[in-house]
């Protein structure tokens, strides 16, 4: 057997099993949206968590390099937490929207591939019943017609779903921000260390 009779024994299993491949995405899908849906419903910016996620980071550099730091290096590293305590909040929105821009841009190609396995078939059971006339291939179209617009009904959904979370994670983003700036003023004015030269003249003495 060549490789064009084996895949064309694979082709005549039809489209049903690209059928339920799209329901078992599409159920994914719903419930993603009702995740995210949840999510940002009950989720609430705290200028405390930003703070606290930040305060972290700063512990951590600090873990990392003991030596006592200047008011210069205290902002860089601070700069560098505010940045990183952000880009943690943006992963937390932004969980599992991926999943539905991918689902929403590859869903209409599986239903076009689901669409060809049907009319393989089709045109395999016509060559088979060539007493049946157009109607054997034209029943075989119309149901392989069915894949791709199954997978039209799964990837709108998807993509009405990612530009609305996606609107509502740039959204929270600006109040991250903001709250981010604040929690660095914050920060900034409660722990703050000595300028360099007066860290070196304590250092001296």
Known sequence: MNLASGFLALTLH?????????????????????ERAWYFKTHRLESAVLARDIRYLMDKANVDDRRPIDCEVFKTR?????DGAKG????????????LATLGSNAPFIGLFGTVLGII???HDLSHSLGGGPSVVMAGISEALVATAVGLMVAIPAVVGFNFFNRRVRVKMAAVDWM????????????RPLPSAVLRAKQAS
């Not at 995405?25 to 419930?31: F, I, K, R, T, W």
């Not at 601070?78 to 505010?82: D, E, F, R, S």
């Open 14 to 34: 039809g489209a049903g099993w690209v059928l339920w491949l799209l329901v078992a995405l599409s159920v994914v899908s719903l419930g993603v949206m009702l």
């Open 121 to 123: 078939k089709a045109f």
């Open 180 to 191: 981010a700036h604040l929690a660095q003023a914050e920060i900034e004015a409660a722990d």
């Open 78 to 82: 601070l700069a560098a937490a505010v």
């Open 88 to 99: 943690r909040e943006r992963i937390r929105l932004e969980r599992n929207l991926s999943f």
